[in-house]
């Protein structure tokens, strides 16, 4: 498969910014750690290596901070944070470049996660003014009841390195719409853009302590020794479920409020009755979004027998079609994987896949080519005993299973410990709403490949997760209910 090299003009912009990334709002630290570009390999920046009692002075300034940001008003609140999305789309162009040259995202992938970070930041100064309340009677009519959401606190955030703009702001655009101060700890993978968000914040107004950037390799000291403080009252990850597990019961110590958002293992149904080629570019989104790095991407393909054949051509012959290279080439669009070790992982997927009888449809290897890469691939006829069948496998490559009847398929669409996303695809509306109840899954695409919605709750059930991101409910994560009750008697 050919590989599309650097246009020159992007990759001395992308350069330019990241020689731009200031440090100069994160607590000194006497380490630092090396940043690396996936599509390279080459070392791109450096950060402070802060200790774990560093991030405890964070969370000292934030706690100052975030005692004065909840008693600002809503309104106060909504237009920082609406201040905060025009700044970052005044520098939509820079941080597209940070997020790609850290994390390897096709250019246009990473404008896309720009907006589509800047939009949650939006949402949420608009659902700023909107916490929902209650007045009720008792049932004895002797007593007023009345309901507030109040800010929980202060929020340590944990931030995966797949979307490094994106699920960062989700969780402090909701943190500070709520009232509280927040923690923030990006990926040591991709922790710049991070950094950059966080600078042009406080340049929107956002009061300089109340977001701490903790930039560090030492993610369980991190976490052990923030949780042990009881300053902390809410906990928000991204990421694996076993670190979410771990984490969790870090947070019983004191009785934090959690939301995790962790493994996937989405099925994706083709049904006869779908129509193909809406089919097909929805399979397309769901498997190849940022280089299949998500965590609700299509991980197990499940194709009913009728439309097996046509609906593998078309997906494979769009699968090969894509451009693999450098992401600071327009014409991409597909970037390195996140670094070496995945594409070993996805290579021991594939080859465990072939040698257990599974067909290769296209691609199948890393191309002869510095930097992490892995080519679009497809394995047809996935036996359920490869590997590939019941690990997520977070790359550019599908594993296509096929079944014969609707019963069959949920049963094994559900044959999992997760329950993140699914996608069905069929044109028929009663199959469309009965299979996605039927599905233990958080959230369930309906011939649509694309779930993620800053106005929708993003989150999954069994061990993908617990609490929600987005919608409505995304700001509820960052809110504790408090109840008022008031003795009523008549008055003449
Ligand atoms: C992910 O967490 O991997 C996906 C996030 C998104 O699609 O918003």
């Not at 670190?243 to 989405?266: F, H, Q, R, T």
């Not at 769009?318 to 996140?338: S, Y």
């Not at 929600?468 to 008697?489: D, N, P, S, V, W």
Request: hydrophobic share 45%; with cysteine.
């Amino acid at each position: 498969m050919s590989y599309f090299t650097p246009d020159a003009d992007l990759l001395a912009a992308s350069d330019k910014a990241l020689k731009s990334v200031s440090t100069a709002h994160l607590i000194k630290a006497a380490k630092s750690f090396n940043i690396t570009d996936p599509a390279t390999t080459e070392v791109i920046g450096s950060l402070p290596d802060h200790t774990p009692e560093q991030a405890l002075e964070a969370l000292t300034k934030a706690d100052a901070a975030g005692k004065l940001w909840a008693k600002t008003s809503p309104r106060h609140r909504g237009d920082i944070l609406h201040a905060v999305y025009a700044k970052l789309i005044e520098h939509k162009e820079t941080l597209a470049y940070i997020i790609c040259r850290e994390m390897g995202k096709p250019f246009a992938e990473g404008l896309a996660e720009v907006q589509y970070s800047a939009d949650y930041v939006r949402w949420f100064a608009e659902e700023a003014l909107r916490a929902q309340g209650l007045y009720r009677d008792s049932p004895a009519g002797d007593a007023t009841i009345l309901v507030r959401r109040a800010p929980v606190g202060n929020a340590v955030l944990i931030a995966p390195w797949n979307f490094p703009m994106a699920m960062a702001t989700r969780k402090i655009a909701p943190a500070l719409a709520a009232g509280c101060a927040c923690v923030v700890k990006p990926a040591a993978l991709t922790p710049l853009t991070t950094v950059v968000v966080a600078d042009l914040m406080i340049q929107a107004g956002v009061p300089a302590d109340l977001v701490q950037v903790i930039t560090t390799t030492n993610s369980s000291g991190f976490s052990a020794t923030l949780l042990a403080d009881d300053r902390v009252r809410k906990i928000s990850f991204t990421g694996s479920t076993p670190v979410g597990s771990k984490l969790m019961e870090l947070a019983a110590k004191n009785i934090v409020k959690s939301s995790m958002e962790l493994g996937g293992n989405a099925p994706l149904i083709v049904f006869d009755d779908a129509d193909l080629d809406r089919a097909i570019e929805g399979a397309i989104l769901a498997k190849m979004r940022n280089g299949g790095q998500t965590c609700v991407a299509a991980n197990r393909m499940f194709v009913q027998e009728g439309i097996a054949d046509a609906f593998i051509e078309g997906f494979t012959k769009a699968m090969a079609a894509h451009k693999l290279g450098h992401p600071m080439n327009k014409e991409v669009t597909l970037g390195p994987v996140v670094d070496d070790r995945a594409v070993a992982r996805l290579q021991a997927l594939v080859d465990d896949a072939v040698a257990k009888g599974a067909t290769l449809r296209t691609g199948g290897k890393s191309p002869d080519q510095p930097g992490s890469y892995f080519e679009p691939t497809v394995l047809d006829n996935v036996p359920a005993n490869a590997d590939i069948a019941v690990t997520e496998i977070f790359g550019p490559v599908a594993s296509i299973m096929r079944f014969k009847t609707q019963a069959e398929v949920i049963e094994r669409a559900n044959d999992t410990e997760f329950g993140l996303a699914a996608f069905v695809f069929t044109e028929n509306l009663d199959r469309a709403i009965n299979v996605a109840e039927a599905l233990e899954t958080g959230m369930v695409g309906i011939n649509n490949g694309l779930l993620s919605n800053i106005a929708a709750p993003f989150g999954g059930v069994k061990a993908s997760g617990t609490g929600r991101e987005g919608g409505a409910e995304g700001l509820e994560e960052y809110q504790e209910i408090r109840y008022f009750t008031m003795k009523r008697r008549e008055t003449t």
